[in-house]
């Protein structure tokens, strides 16, 4: 298992949310579980860029931190099905705030990241 080199600095609330959230799709795999996309084989197919691994080890991390609930069917071949927790949850509107200031941004947000 990893292991960091320097321990994250936690004394605030932006520091813990980055830790939380770092991660190059942890915030759409919330944003489509929260879409009813399920399903792991969904949430590729939405993000068919990252590869099935990363999904799988963010969807943990994403577990870990409580955002998030997996729940495994005993059928064959096993079945697996995630869930956003009431924790989870609280978090949409903030994404939300945020995905709409990256809308009325975005001309300038691209012009900016393309340079």
Known sequence: MY???IPPSLNCGLDLIGEVLYGKWKIRLLWFINEGNRRPSELQRKIPDASRR???MQLKELEEHGLVSKVI???VP???????TDFGESLI????ALGNWGDEHQERLRSVILK
């Open 3 to 5: 292991q960091r080199k």
């Open 73 to 75: 069917h005993p059928v």
């Open 93 to 96: 509107p903030v994404l939300s």
């Open 78 to 84: 096993p079945k697996v099905e995630y869930s956003l």
């Open 54 to 56: 990363v999904l799988n």
